[in-house]
């Protein structure tokens, strides 16, 4: 998070680019495709084939916990710096927007390392994974994590506020000064960053590691033939996560690295170059949030089973959309087919006393001739 009462002034009579312009334009495509990504990954890793996997189960609850990210980064920062929206202007938003980015930016961090734990005690041959690799595991271990980062991040409910200008800042001095000087500083990037990069670059490093070997080791057997299918959906899991553990690294650490920095500069050098670190600031904002928008774009890139899913569901739609027309046109060929036979039953009605006259009448000509 980054001060708006120190920052928005200055930088907005110094700078020579427009970085509200920037924000306005990149920050809205990142937040559409973002959310569009995220609920197709719901849709997808909801399905039969991919959720009856621990790392689905896993995956889902990371692309709901992106959605939390990416509402509360629109809320806090685009809304404000990029369209004029003051949307944190009352002491309920002030502290639930400060809280959900912070908690679910954790939670979204956490459920990416418990995948990578997953996949790397699944190919461990471990008789733990018996007990860990299961949906029922997953669910608590999720459900764990959303309320340890809930009560880790709780401190923000009561730590923030709305001060005399209309600003959502911290509450008191000494809670600003833990907040800048430490929270948002070293332990934000130890917590946030640190820890779960350390866990994911050693199963990562573990996983490969296996199934190099692996690959080496294991001829086609009939065993492997028969799982052939299971192992290929693992296989793919892991990708997704080798490819997620790395968007994570290169995006998030630039973010909480400029935090960290930016903490220790001089208010001096602040004041001189407020233009070059807002921009700065913008930018690796930015960046950290194409993490949690891109996950959709990277599985559709890397997963063949994905894409598959995602095609069968295209499929599905389609299907039923055009089963859905051609019910309303049946419906409406056998509407216009009833109306058609009512109105044809009510001619022969009309009709049939005109034919009997018309015949009585030739009876009589024709007996006339006779005589």
Same mark, same amino acid.
């Given at each position: 998070?980054?001060?708006?009462?120190?920052?928005?002034?200055?930088?907005?009579?110094?700078?020579?680019?427009?970085?509200?312009?920037?924000? @306005?334009?990149?920050?809205?495509?990142?937040?559409?495709?973002?959310?569009?990504?995220?609920?197709?990954?719901?849709?997808?890793?909801?399905?039969?084939?991919? @959720?009856?996997?621990?790392?689905?189960?896993?995956?889902?609850?990371?692309?709901?916990?992106?959605?939390?990210?990416?509402?509360?980064?629109?809320?806090?920062?685009?809304?404000?710096?990029?369209?004029?929206?003051?949307?944190?202007?009352?002491?309920?938003?002030?502290?639930?927007?400060?809280?959900?980015?912070?908690?679910?930016?954790?939670?979204? =961090?956490?459920?990416?390392?418990?995948?990578?734990?997953?996949?790397?005690?699944?190919?461990?041959?471990?008789?733990?994974?018996?007990?860990?690799?299961?949906?029922?595991?997953?669910?608590?271990?999720?459900?764990?994590?959303?309320?340890?980062?809930?009560?880790?991040?709780?401190?923000?409910?009561?730590?923030?506020?709305?001060?005399?200008?209309?600003?959502?800042?911290?509450?008191?001095?000494?809670? =600003?000064?833990?907040?800048? =000087?430490?929270?948002?500083?070293?332990?934000?990037?130890?917590?946030?960053?640190?820890?779960?990069?350390?866990?994911?670059?050693?199963?990562?490093?573990?996983?490969?590691?296996?199934?190099?070997?692996?690959?080496?080791?294991?001829?086609?057997?009939?065993?492997?033939?028969?799982?052939?299918?299971? @192992?290929?959906?693992?296989?793919?899991?892991?990708?997704?996560?080798?490819?997620?553990?790395?968007?994570?690294?290169?995006?998030?650490?630039?973010?909480?690295?400029?935090?960290?920095?930016?903490?220790?500069?001089?208010?001096?050098?602040?004041?001189?170059?407020?233009? !070059?670190?807002?921009?700065?600031?913008?930018?690796?904002?930015?960046?950290?949030?194409?993490?949690?928008?891109?996950?959709?774009?990277?599985?559709?890139?890397?997963?063949?089973?994905?894409?598959?899913?995602?095609?069968?569901?295209?499929?599905?739609?389609?299907?039923?959309?055009?089963?859905?027309?051609?019910?309303?046109?049946?419906?409406?060929?056998?509407?216009?087919?009833?109306?058609?036979?009512?109105?044809?039953?009510?001619?022969?009605?009309?009709?049939?006393?005109?034919? !009997?006259?018309?015949?009585?009448?030739?009876?009589?000509?024709?007996? !006339?001739?006779?005589?």
């Amino acid at each position: 998070m980054y001060d708006e009462k120190n920052s928005s002034t200055n930088a907005t009579i110094q700078c020579r680019f427009n970085v509200a312009l920037f924000l @306005r334009y990149s920050g809205t495509l990142v937040i559409i495709l973002g959310c569009i990504g995220n609920i197709l990954s719901i849709v997808v890793f909801s399905r039969k084939a991919l @959720r009856s996997r621990s790392c689905s189960i896993y995956f889902l609850a990371l692309s709901m916990s992106d959605i939390s990210v990416l509402i509360g980064y629109t809320f806090e920062n685009l809304l404000y710096h990029g369209y004029n929206i003051q949307v944190l202007s009352n002491s309920f938003m002030c502290k639930s927007i400060i809280f959900l980015i912070y908690a679910s930016t954790d939670i979204s =961090n956490y459920l990416l390392t418990l995948a990578a734990m997953d996949r790397c005690i699944l190919i461990s041959n471990s008789t733990i994974r018996y007990r860990f690799c299961r949906k029922l595991t997953a669910k608590l271990m999720i459900i764990c994590v959303i309320i340890l980062f809930s009560l880790i991040n709780s401190h923000f409910l009561f730590g923030f506020h709305i001060d005399n200008d209309g600003f959502c800042l911290p509450a008191s001095k000494n809670y =600003n000064f833990f907040y800048v =000087n430490h929270y948002d500083s070293y332990i934000d990037i130890i917590k946030t960053v640190l820890i779960p990069f350390i866990i994911i670059f050693i199963c990562n490093i573990f996983i490969i590691f296996k199934y190099t070997r692996r690959n080496t080791l294991i001829s086609s057997t009939s065993i492997r033939r028969k799982n052939r299918r299971r @192992r290929e959906k693992d296989r793919q899991l892991t990708w997704f996560l080798l490819s997620t553990s790395l968007l994570f690294i290169f995006l998030s650490l630039p973010s909480e690295i400029n935090d960290f920095v930016r903490t220790h500069l001089s208010q001096k050098f602040q004041t001189i170059y407020a233009c !070059q670190l807002w921009a700065s600031t913008t930018l690796f904002i930015l960046i950290h949030q194409i993490n949690h928008a891109s996950h959709f774009y990277v599985y559709t890139l890397t997963g063949p089973i994905f894409r598959k899913e995602f095609q069968k569901l295209i499929c599905l739609f389609q299907k039923q959309t055009s089963k859905r027309n051609l019910f309303h046109s049946l419906k409406k060929q056998s509407l216009t087919i009833h109306y058609t036979q009512h109105n044809d039953i009510d001619d022969r009605r009309l009709s049939s006393p005109f034919q !009997q006259t018309n015949l009585n009448s030739l009876e009589r000509l024709s007996f !006339q001739l006779d005589v």
